[in-house]
């Protein structure tokens, strides 16, 4: 058997007065006072230097000093104690100076805030969240949209909204924790501190444009032993069952009631998920924005109509092709984004490409492989690429097609292309070797069966494995998920 790899080059495109106290993390002795006791001087200003997160009038009304009170260091001392005890502040300090006129202090409040600070919300618990910010906002004035997830912090709001619910009769006790939602996205929940069951079964009622066996088929393989709240499914109805009905142009679907009862086989709950899938789109304007390649030839590529049915998996499809056409011009690493507004009057859609095309790669040098001194010379004069032409991403594959149609060598080797880009130089070397998956026994072997099944379920469409040879033929759900498995069953 006959095999050899082809490397390609490719090439792209000081003030007086009293003296200066610091901000101090700990509690440090009293500082000295800004003048005896008996003959202190009024504050006559005050002001906050290092807040970002929170507001000065809110830090002022938490520290409680007010204009005309004799600057004592019991005052100050006092201020910046309770500053401390909401756990906001890594430290708090203070400095003060003779104002103008000489018969009062301009004095200066010195915060340096816990950091980073998070979005939050409110799980499970019996009051409207909008009722709960209110409560919170009246005990704190510090309260805001963000906040820090430390213990401190964490466990004195819980406190503070157990207190306001035990008033509407809620007996459990409140948490605060940082949860990870999503993919680069990390809140703070406050929930009831029994843990939620675990959802058993998704059902559905109102379903007819999809049949409610597919909607429920679909959840269950990323709803089933999830802790139930209604947020957790209405983000996997919105990942798993809306782009369902937008394939059909159903582009307003929604879930206008989610119910959990508990179930009478199994340790959990049963949801129910009432669908309002509302009217059928069409497709309005499709166009796209890009440069150098014109946008007519962005649309043609997408191969979307105007007065079609808003189908978003073609839309989705469309932009596939368009990173194909990208990289058959050298923009290899170019990106499109799909940009979409909705016109209800006229139940129409508009669709718009956002083309990224990035640098532009040419063929720089051709490497081969695997092949003796007489061979070697015949591919080279085959290979059609010239160097300092676009690079097209499509040409290795066309390029060994050609050679096993043509039976340029008996008994060829199964072969691959691979490209590797250099970011910093804009080269791209390529190459094309015979290529086995025998790394995937000992991957899969590593994985437990419950691995195995999540894997299957969420990335494949169909497996076909011989561990004999350690070869694996596996089909995948789309485009971008067949990628993303492919890199990850490559390493």
Request: charged share 25%.
């Amino acid at each position: 058997m006959t095999w050899f790899l082809l490397a390609l080059l490719l090439l792209g495109p000081a003030v007086g007065g009293q003296p200066r106290r610091p901000a101090q993390p700990a509690r440090p002795p009293a500082p000295a006072a800004p003048a005896p006791a008996s003959q202190a001087w009024p504050i006559e200003s005050l002001s906050v230097d290092g807040n970002r997160n929170y507001p000065q009038s809110a830090i002022l009304a938490v520290a409680g000093l007010k204009l005309g009170q004799p600057a004592t260091p019991e005052a100050f001392e006092a201020a910046r104690e309770r500053l401390l005890a909401t756990g906001l502040f890594e430290s708090v300090g203070y400095r003060y100076e003779p104002a103008p006129g000489g018969k009062g202090y301009r004095s200066v409040i010195e915060v340096a805030e816990v950091e980073p600070v998070y979005s939050f919300r409110f799980e499970d618990l019996p009051l409207p969240a909008d009722g709960l910010r209110v409560a919170l906002e009246a005990a704190d004035p510090l309260f805001g949209a963000r906040l820090p997830a430390t213990a401190a912090v964490l466990d004195r709001y819980s406190r503070l909204l157990q207190s306001r619910l035990a008033e509407s009769g809620f007996r459990d006790r409140v948490v605060g924790r940082l949860v990870s939602e999503r993919q680069d996205e990390v809140v703070i929940v406050f929930r009831p501190a029994t843990p939620p069951p675990s959802i058993v079964y998704v059902r559905f009622t109102g379903a007819e444009a999809v049949e409610a066996a597919v909607l429920q088929n679909a959840m269950a393989g990323v709803a089933v032993g999830v802790p139930y709240s209604e947020q957790r499914v209405r983000e996997l109805l919105d990942t798993a069952i809306r782009p369902r009905y937008e394939a059909k142009g159903r582009m307003r679907v929604s879930f206008p009631e989610i119910s959990a009862a508990e179930a009478p086989d199994a340790k959990g709950v049963v949801v129910t998920v009432r669908v309002a899938e509302g009217e059928v789109y069409e497709l309005a304007e499709v166009g796209a924005q890009s440069y150098p390649l014109p946008p007519a030839e962005i649309v043609k590529a997408a191969g979307l109509k105007s007065g079609e049915r808003a189908d978003f998996d073609a839309v989705g499809e469309g932009r596939e092709r368009i990173l194909r056409l990208l990289r058959k011009n050298g923009h290899m690493k170019g990106a499109v984004k799909i940009d979409r507004t909705i016109d209800d009057a006229a139940r129409k859609v508009n669709v718009i490409y956002q083309v990224e095309a990035g640098p532009r790669f040419t063929f720089g040098a051709l490497k081969v492989e695997g092949l003796d001194i007489l061979t070697e010379p015949a591919i080279r004069k085959l290979w059609g690429l010239k160097p300092g032409q676009p690079f097209d991403a499509d040409y290795p594959e066309f390029f060994l097609n050609r050679i096993r149609e043509d039976g340029v060598f008996d008994n060829l080797g199964r072969t691959r292309s691979s490209i590797q880009v250099n970011e910093a130089g804009q080269t791209v070397n390529v190459a094309d070797v015979r290529r086995t998956l025998r790394e995937f026994d000992r991957l899969w072997a590593e994985m437990t069966p419950r691995e195995q099944e999540k894997f299957v379920k969420t990335l494949v469409e169909q497996v076909s494995y011989d561990g004999a040879n350690g070869e694996v033929t596996v089909g995948f759900r789309t485009a971008a998920i067949k990628q993303l498995c492919m890199e990850a069953t490559g390493k």
